[in-house]
């Protein structure tokens, strides 16, 4: 929530990290790609529970990303609680149901065949944890009045990254699930209007028979995706 004083810039002496050789800045930058080389979205989760703890230490690494204006867009449901899961993925399997039906036909449905996914979200329920990524389009101050978030959703999407490398360098798996529309997500976690839902994370520890699909092992080359003027 945002102060009611008004807006002045003020100047902190910034405390610098310990300065890296270029052949230090290489190694890390190596082991970084290293491990995140292993990361894999999956549908498989185990039912071995994961303390609050990490996953509140994940969702701090999240809040330190860079935001529009410094406004912080966004809020985190985690949810561990049974039933609330079940609800979810209830309502969410109603919405998904609807999308495959509906769009038998579609190039969005045939992009996914070779990722094997269905309207069953088992893993709603079998994952220890369901992380709700909601993206505030507006802010409250104190006093009730209202204020505009700048680049909302750019910002979200920042935290989410950093969310998302903060569970797997922990050891843990996550899969991304976006059903349409998720309003039902804002009902559901008691957010106000402000509110609108951004993605599902579901958390956990991979099941002993996880599978990934092969198309998944697919990516770009870097120079596909890299034009440098150097």
């Given at each position: 929530m945002?102060s009611?004083?008004?807006?002045?810039?003020?100047?902190?002496?910034?405390?610098?990290?310990?300065?890296?050789?270029?052949?230090?800045?290489?190694?890390?930058?190596?082991?970084?790609?290293?491990?995140?080389?292993?990361?894999?979205t999956?549908?498989?989760?185990?039912?071995?529970?994961?303390?609050?703890?990490?996953?509140?230490?994940?969702?701090?690494?999240?809040c330190?990303?860079?935001?529009?204006?410094?406004?912080?867009?966004?809020?985190?449901?985690?949810?561990?609680?049974?039933?609330?899961?079940?609800?979810?993925?209830?309502?969410?399997?109603?919405?998904?149901?609807?999308?495959?039906?509906?769009?038998?036909?579609?190039?969005?449905?045939?992009?996914?065949?070779?990722?094997?996914?269905?309207?069953?979200?088992?893993?709603?329920?079998?994952?220890?944890?369901?992380?709700?990524?909601?993206?505030?389009?507006?802010?409250?101050?104190?006093?009730?009045?209202?204020?505009?978030?700048?680049?909302?959703?750019?910002?979200?999407?920042?935290?989410?990254?950093?969310?998302?490398?903060?569970?797997?360098?922990s050891?843990?798996?996550?899969?991304?699930?976006?059903?349409?529309?998720?309003?039902?997500?804002?009902?559901?976690?008691?957010?106000?209007?402000?509110?609108?839902?951004?993605?599902?994370?579901?958390?956990?520890?991979?099941?002993?028979?996880?599978?990934?699909?092969?198309?998944?092992?697919?990516?770009?080359?870097?120079?596909?995706?890299?034009?440098?003027?150097?």
């Amino acid at each position: 929530m945002k102060s009611d004083t008004p807006n002045i810039y003020r100047a902190l002496k910034f405390n610098l990290r310990k300065k890296l050789s270029d052949s230090e800045m290489q190694i890390n930058s190596k082991n970084f790609l290293k491990n995140m080389s292993s990361r894999h979205t999956i549908r498989d989760f185990s039912k071995k529970k994961v303390p609050y703890s990490i996953i509140k230490n994940c969702i701090k690494v999240a809040c330190l990303a860079p935001s529009g204006a410094n406004h912080q867009p966004w809020h985190f449901c985690a949810i561990s609680d049974q039933n609330v899961k079940r609800e979810i993925r209830l309502a969410a399997e109603k919405e998904e149901n609807k999308f495959y039906k509906n769009m038998k036909n579609d190039e969005w449905l045939r992009a996914l065949e070779p990722l094997g996914t269905n309207a069953n979200k088992p893993h709603l329920e079998d994952a220890p944890w369901l992380i709700i990524v909601f993206a505030e389009r507006y802010g409250t101050k104190k006093n009730g009045s209202t204020f505009k978030n700048y680049y909302v959703h750019e910002s979200v999407g920042i935290a989410t990254g950093f969310l998302i490398s903060a569970i797997h360098y922990s050891g843990l798996y996550c899969l991304t699930h976006t059903p349409n529309p998720m309003s039902f997500l804002r009902k559901i976690c008691k957010r106000p209007l402000s509110n609108k839902a951004s993605l599902i994370l579901a958390v956990g520890h991979a099941s002993q028979n996880a599978t990934i699909p092969a198309a998944a092992k697919e990516k770009k080359t870097l120079k596909e995706v890299l034009t440098s003027f150097d």
